[in-house]
C-alpha cells in the first residue's frame, strides 16, 4: 500500500494536474543525486533534482507473483553529475534508486513513491549509459545460507577466513604504464600468479582510494579487471593484496590457513552422482 496525503491525492483526483516525476540515486559514497523530467529544476527534501536531456526510464513494470521488477534508465553522462570515470569506478555498483511522483506547483503536497531498488547492471557506450533497476523483490530471488562447494566460500582476510591481510599486502610504484587496465611496478618481484585475484588499492595518484580486482600477475606486470575510470601515471602508489583462487592446495601452501578452509572438495558432485547410477542401472539390467 502507498502512503499519499490527502492533498496529493486531491490533486490526482482532478480534471487538471501538474505532476512531474523524479528520481534520487544514493551513489555507494553517499552522494545523492536527483533528475526530474520537468522542464526546470526541483529542489525538494534538500535535493536538487535536475532537468537534463537524455534521461528516460521504461515502463515500470510489477507483477503479483514477486518476480523482480523490471526497470531500465537510459541516458546521457552529465559532467556536473553522471561521469563515465565514476561509473568505471564503481561508485554506482548497488547503489539505492528512488523513483517518486509530485505536484511540482506545489511541494508541500507531499510525494507518491512509484519504486524503490538498487541499480544493477550498467552498460556504457560512449557518453550513452543504460542502467537496470532492480526492485526490493530481488534480495528475495537470492540464496539464503550457504550450499557445499569445493571451493572456499570466504573472502580473503574476513571473519571466517582469519588471514592477516597486512602479511600479505605489498605497497608499490608505477614505474611503467601500458594503459588504465595494465602497468608496471619493478619492485612487485613475486612469482607469477601471485597476485592474481587479488586486489588493487590506490593510495596516490588520479585514481586515490578506489580499488579494483587483479585478473592476471606475471613479471611485474599488474593487468586489472576493468580500466580504472581515470588515468594512471608512472608515480601513482598502490597498495596489492595477494590473490587466492578458492582452492584447498592454495589455503594451505600459500597462505598456511587450512583450518579455516571453507570449502568441501570431497563431497562427491553431480557428475560423480551421475557415474555412480549408471553403474547402478546397468548392473540392474544384467540381473
Request: charged content about 25%; proline content about 2%.
Amino acid at each position: 500500500m502507498r502512503v499519499i496525503s490527502p492533498q496529493l491525492e486531491s490533486h490526482f483526483a482532478g480534471g487538471l494536474t501538474t505532476l512531474a516525476t523524479c528520481w534520487k540515486i544514493t551513489r555507494s559514497d553517499g552522494t545523492e543525486l536527483g533528475f526530474t523530467d520537468h522542464d526546470e529544476k526541483i529542489t525538494y527534501d534538500s535535493v536538487d533534482y535536475d532537468s537534463i536531456a537524455g534521461f528516460t526510464p521504461t515502463t515500470v513494470e510489477s507483477k503479483s507473483n514477486m518476480s523482480v521488477d523490471n526497470l531500465d534508465v537510459d541516458g546521457q553522462t552529465y559532467p556536473s553529475k553522471i561521469t563515465e570515470s565514476d561509473m568505471l569506478a564503481g561508485l554506482y555498483d548497488y547503489a539505492e534508486i528512488e523513483i517518486f511522483a509530485l505536484n511540482y506547483e506545489d511541494l508541500s503536497q507531499g510525494k507518491l513513491i512509484i519504486k524503490r531498488g538498487r541499480l544493477g547492471e550498467v552498460t556504457i557506450n560512449g557518453q550513452l549509459f543504460q542502467a537496470e533497476v532492480r526492485g526490493l523483490t530481488q534480495h528475495l530471488s537470492q540464496t539464503i545460507g550457504e550450499v557445499f562447494s569445493p571451493s572456499c566460500r570466504a573472502i580473503l582476510g574476513d571473519g571466517r577466513c582469519k588471514v592477516a591481510l597486512a602479511s600479505f599486502t605489498i605497497s608499490a610504484t608505477v614505474t611503467e604504464v601500458t594503459s588504465n587496465q595494465n602497468f608496471k611496478a619493478s619492485t612487485l618481484n613475486q612469482a607469477a600468479g601471485y597476485f592474481t585475484g587479488g586486489e588493487v588499492e590506490w593510495t596516490g595518484g588520479n585514481n586515490d582510494g578506489r580499488k579494483m580486482e587483479v585478473k592476471e600477475f606475471a613479471e611485474t606486470t599488474v593487468g586489472l579487471s576493468l580500466p580504472m575510470g581515470k588515468s594512471i601515471q608512472v608515480g601513482d602508489t598502490f597498495d596489492i593484496i595477494a590473490g587466492c583462487d578458492k582452492t584447498r592446495e592454495t589455503c594451505h601452501s600459500k597462505f598456511n590457513n587450512i583450518i579455516n578452509f571453507r570449502g568441501e572438495p570431497d563431497v562427491p558432485g553431480t557428475d560423480k552422482l551421475l557415474t555412480t547410477a549408471g553403474t547402478l542401472d546397468k548392473t540392474d539390467r544384467n540381473g
